[in-house]
T-cell receptor
């Protein structure tokens, strides 16, 4: 079975600073994908970034980067130059690529608050 | 481009009443479709998924059911709502296959059962 763990309490960051949101995962499958989503107060889940288990380099998407440490089974999200609009819940998720159906397992999420 | 629509955005229903939430996807064909529920301050729980018309898989036994009458339409239903059915319901789609299969979500429906 797959498991995603997000244990940080609510996180606070000063505007324009960088912040790291932690995520650890557990799976025995060698082929999997890791995802981060942002959920603002409106409720919509917004896809941010993806990392495949066989990707040699850490994924980056604009101000978002994923610090992928395969041996430690961690996939931390780094947000650079935080903006007030980054205040939201952030969810880490994993998909095991054993079939065509891409079921995701989600963590419980982390609340990020950006201070002006 | 692909878009996903969910309605209604909010719903207040009495206990014992029926439920019908609808989700439609535009701009793609034969998507995989998903229904999730999110309790307040919690992560997402997968309820149902579908890889094609009439094909529904249930992840959690419960008071709800799902149907896929058309390729890009996914409906979540209940004959009699329970208080525990309250929550935030999200529909998602993905292209299927063996690629990244990023799931894209609709705006969600906030359901309050009173």
């Amino acid at each position: 079975a797959q498991k995603i763990t997000q244990t940080q309490p609510g996180m606070f960051v000063q505007e324009k600073e960088a912040v790291t949101l932690d995520c650890t995962y557990d799976t025995s499958d060698p082929s999997y994908g890791l995802f981060w989503y942002k959920q603002p107060s409106s409720g919509e889940m917004i896809f941010l970034i993806y990392q495949g288990s066989y990707d040699q380099q850490n994924a980056t998407e604009g101000r978002y980067s994923l610090n992928f440490q395969k041996a430690r089974k961690s996939a931390n999200l780094v947000i650079s130059a935080s903006q007030l609009g980054d205040s939201a819940m952030y969810f880490c998720a994993m998909r095991v690529i054993t079939g065509a159906n891409s079921k995701l397992t989600f963590g419980k999420g982390i609340t990020l608050s950006v201070r002006p | 481009s692909q878009t996903i629509h969910q309605w209604p955005a909010t719903l207040v229903q009495p206990v014992g009443s029926p439920l019908s939430l609808e989700c439609t996807v535009e701009g793609t064909s034969n998507p995989n479709l998903y229904w999730y529920r999110q309790a307040a301050g919690r992560g997402l729980q997968l309820l149902f998924y579908s890889v094609g018309i009439g094909q529904i898989s249930s992840e959690v036994p419960q008071n709800l059911s799902a149907s896929r009458p058309q390729d890009r339409q996914f409906i979540l239903s209940s004959k009699k709502l329970l208080l525990s059915d309250s929550g935030f319901y999200l529909c998602a789609w993905t292209g299927g296959g063996y690629g990244k299969n990023i799931q894209y979500f609709g705006a969600g429906t906030r359901l309050s059962v009173l």
